[in-house]
């Protein structure tokens, strides 16, 4: 007997298994009553309240982990480095804390005394759930655009707010974070989603003060996507299609609203990504198949090469200055900084970390600054800020987090390279050098898609399990970005199950990592929901605690509804079940598709009401598969924010994160 939809009903769907041989897939049907993309339903909000009773009731006995973890978190808080602000025309711009508010605040570069611009925080209180997607400052200074979303849906509301007045014009709700001025400071161009499918399709000129919309580009494909961002020149902008591999730009004057033809007409495989100073586009492009800087004058039509790099390396972005172009390449996973001139020619090259680090461009100034600034760290370093001065080719250390308590020299980092059919892949991982026994559990946290490299983030969060005896590790999975492009085509869409290899072995060695035998708990999120799913039905046995936040689980029967955002745009990413090759390909790692009767893990699983990225219905089906099918003892675990979507409030963040893991701490700390 089983607790559903509020009354005890019958549902003994493992003996109906055993009798007609059901496959996961007619299973998995059996609970499509638990979507509503309405979501009005009471039958369904009734069963997602009592997985939250369950859930509630289940987790209180990890509330001492839990408690001490926030405690920890809090006492451990750091002396931190001022982030550095964003220059622009002279001034910079930050959202600072300020007596625990949130400011957008304006100061007179190379100055310390600010101006307080708009109270962030006061509009974020009148909401149970909110996030600022964008702002951005009219050319006079006296307006600001802001993109936010109030429900977690992600689709944004458009606002504009004059700082003088406080008046407030609202503009739209169903936009992308796009925000562009257009010089005459009464114009705001943003990108418009689908009523159907939440695609981003078209770009809209808003004049505020007249309340006109119109829309000046519109793109009819439904496999293709709308952006839009300015150039360093702030006469234009870019207007951008792309689909997962080709991509298509066309340049917008912000004078006169009007969009050109294609800089190149679209090509299947062919990338371009453009910028525009003194009166020369500048386009980073694959082209030749390999990702090179080109130039062009904006009445010409013929690129010209500007910049090549070597043969391995990976051409991943570039930035404009005054005084020359910074590059920045990727070399076998690890990231350089070039500078090269207006004619192409290798000025400078520095690692954007030292050994043992990430570092990445977190800040660029405007054209006028040459001023980037990279922000560097690893699991057990804290995070710091350097400036680099193109002026003076001279790279300075700004400011760097300080924890009082936390001493590095207590902690190691370690990549382990992994065998995988063939495949060398690297696991970063970190442990308190004492603590580590035969026996140190682990944490195996994984996401591999979309060409995302996981950057070893330091957080207190991650040291507290640290200091509990618990080795934390990264899987950098082909599917994601670690090595360029091409680690992500060899994950991606028919090669997704590579990726998913590539977590189980990594499972198994961290397992082994120096000998021991360990437990290992997994931690995936959104696609790293698909990784992490998917590995545990190829060995359930091998982990002993999963954790997935809004995980993309019912894979072939979303990408089989156009009616879902996203859907059409991510065949190159998840496989065209349209196609009947893909679709078994797709069939064959589908994590719901291939739940089976065995003894499963236990999983906390949490999805948000309003997600419109990957629909709550998804991982609230995946959740009463596993319920039904496991043979194991652990607890299978649900969890619903009814007022969240894809992204968590980030007032309920820390909260969660410490519930999550002080979960996956209890189960790796039981018996066996």
């Given amino acids: 007997m089983k607790f559903l939809n509020g009354v005890l009903i019958s549902l003994s769907l493992v003996a109906t298994i055993a009798q007609a041989d059901l496959s996961a897939s007619d299973i998995a049907d059996s609970y499509q009553w638990l979507r509503d993309d309405a979501r009005s339903s009471e039958k369904v909000m009734r069963y997602l309240e009592q997985q939250n009773l369950n859930t509630r009731k289940h987790l209180k006995s990890v509330e001492p982990i839990q408690n001490a973890l926030s405690r920890q978190w809090r006492e451990s808080s750091p002396d931190r480095a001022e982030q550095p602000w964003l220059i622009r025309a002279g001034f910079e711009y930050q959202i600072e804390y300020v007596d625990e508010q949130r400011w957008l605040s304006k100061r007179a570069r190379g100055t310390t005394q600010a101006t307080r611009l708009l109270n962030i925080e006061q509009r974020a209180k009148t909401n149970t759930y909110y996030e600022l997607g964008n702002w951005s400052l009219s050319p006079s200074g006296r307006y600001v655009a802001l993109a936010e979303d109030v429900i977690g849906s992600e689709l944004y509301q458009i ?392 995980p993309f689980v019912d894979v072939v029967a979303s990408m089989s509804d156009e009616t879902l955002p996203l859907t059409a745009q991510q065949y190159q990413e998840w496989g065209n079940p349209n196609v009947a090759t893909e679709l078994k390909i797709m069939s064959g790692y589908d994590p719901i598709t291939n739940i089976k009767q065995s003894v499963y893990p236990a999983s906390l699983i949490r999805i948000g009401w309003q997600d419109r990225r990957v629909p709550y219905w998804e991982g609230a089906k995946y959740h009463a598969m596993l319920n039904e099918l496991t043979q194991g003892t652990g607890p299978q675990l649900l969890s619903t924010d009814f007022e969240s979507g894809h992204a968590t409030d980030r007032r309920k963040a820390s909260q969660r994160q410490a519930m999550d893991y002080a979960f996956l701490i209890q189960q790796l700390q039981s018996s066996d």
């Fill in 159 to 550: 606002s504009v707010i004059d700082l003088q007045t406080q008046q407030e014009w609202l503009l739209d709700q169903r936009n992308d974070t796009a925000l562009i001025w257009g010089t005459d400071n009464e114009s705001v161009y943003g990108v418009l989603k689908q009523n159907q499918d939440g695609r981003p399709s078209a770009v809209i000129q808003y004049q505020f003060k007249t309340s006109t919309a119109t829309q000046i580009y519109q793109e009819n494909d439904k496999a293709w996507l709308v952006s839009a961002y300015q150039t360093n020149d702030n006469r234009y902008a870019l207007v951008q299609s792309n689909d997962e591999s080709s991509s298509e730009q066309r340049l917008l004057n912000l004078a006169t609203g009007e969009v050109s033809e294609p800089l190149r007409p679209r090509q299947v495989g062919v990338e371009y990504y453009a910028d525009v100073a003194d009166n020369t586009l500048y386009i980073n492009s694959n082209l030749n198949g390999q990702f090179e800087l080109f130039q062009q004058g904006l009445n010409a039509k013929q690129w010209q090469l500007l910049y090549s790099p070597a043969e391995l390396a990976n051409l991943e972005n570039f930035y404009l200055f005054e005084a020359g172009i910074v590059l920045v390449e990727n070399h076998n996973g690890q990231k350089e900084l070039v500078v090269v001139g207006v004619q192409g020619k290798e000025k400078f090259r520095q690692s954007l970390s030292s050994a043992g680090n990430v570092g990445w461009v977190s800040r660029v100034g405007d054209y006028t600054s040459n001023v980037v600034r990279i922000r560097s760290m690893s699991l057990v370093q804290p995070a710091k800020w350097q400036e680099f001065d193109l002026s003076t080719l001279e790279m300075y250390t700004l400011s760097q987090d300080r924890y009082p308590s936390y001493q590095a020299s207590e902690y190691q980092t370690e990549q382990i390279w992994v065998e995988s059919n063939g495949v060398q892949v690297p696991v970063t991982l970190a442990y308190k050098t004492l603590l580590l026994k035969q026996s140190s559990p682990v944490i195996l946290y994984g996401y591999g898609a979309y060409g995302f490299a996981m950057k070893p983030y330091f957080m207190p969060q991650i040291v507290s399990l640290l200091d509990r005896g618990i080795i934390y590790a990264i899987a950098h999975v082909r599917g994601g970005g670690y090595f360029g492009e091409q680690w992500h085509h060899d994950g991606r869409g028919i090669n997704k199950a590579q990726g998913v290899m590539d977590f189980v072995q990594a499972a198994k060695a961290i397992k082994a990592f120096k000998g021991g035998e360990r437990k290992v708990a997994a931690i995936g999120s959104s696609a790293g929901g698909t990784l992490v799913a998917a590995a545990v039905n190829q060995d359930p046995t091998l982990f002993t605690a999963v954790s997935l936040n809004v």
